[in-house]
């Protein structure tokens, strides 16, 4: 828009509600004014707030951000063995610790001849 636009960004402080200047994080890029979250923490989350001023006014958009925590898996997986009389089924539960890499972990059960009785 003529004149241009003074752009910032703020992110709302939950416990006060005020909203903090991010003015280390924001930079022009193709005429318009973006803001930067390079490695994301969990603190991160917020309400990030965008205000553009001129002459003939202010407007400010703002969205919610969610940075949920990093899933990892365990490091290692333990072998274990089961023992069941033949021509009686076995039930063999695999799952990541509670809460571990949920919902995107997928379990893949496999044989060591390579083929899984159907």
């Known amino acids: 828009s003529v004149p241009r636009p003074r752009v910032t960004w703020q992110l709302q402080d939950p416990a006060t509600e005020a909203r ?8 022009t890029e193709s005429a318009q004014t973006v803001l930067v ?3 994301l923490a969990v603190a ?5 707030s965008c205000t553009a001023t ?4 202010s407007i400010v958009a703002s969205v919610r951000v969610v940075v949920k ?3 990892e898996l365990p490091r290692r997986i333990i072998r274990l063995t089961a023992a069941a009389p033949a021509g009686l ?3 063999l539960d ?15 059960w496999s044989h060591e ?5 159907q």
């Open 20 to 27: 903090r200047p991010l003015p280390d994080k924001s930079r």
């Open 54 to 57: 001129n002459v003939l006014g």
């Open 94 to 108: 695999c799952a990541p610790p509670h809460g571990a890499a949920a919902p995107l972990a997928v379990a893949v």
């Open 37 to 39: 979250l390079p490695r």
């Open 44 to 48: 991160d989350s917020g309400l990030y």
């Open 89 to 91: 089924g076995a039930t």
């Open 69 to 71: 925590e990093r899933a």
């Open 113 to 117: 001849s390579g083929e899984l009785p």
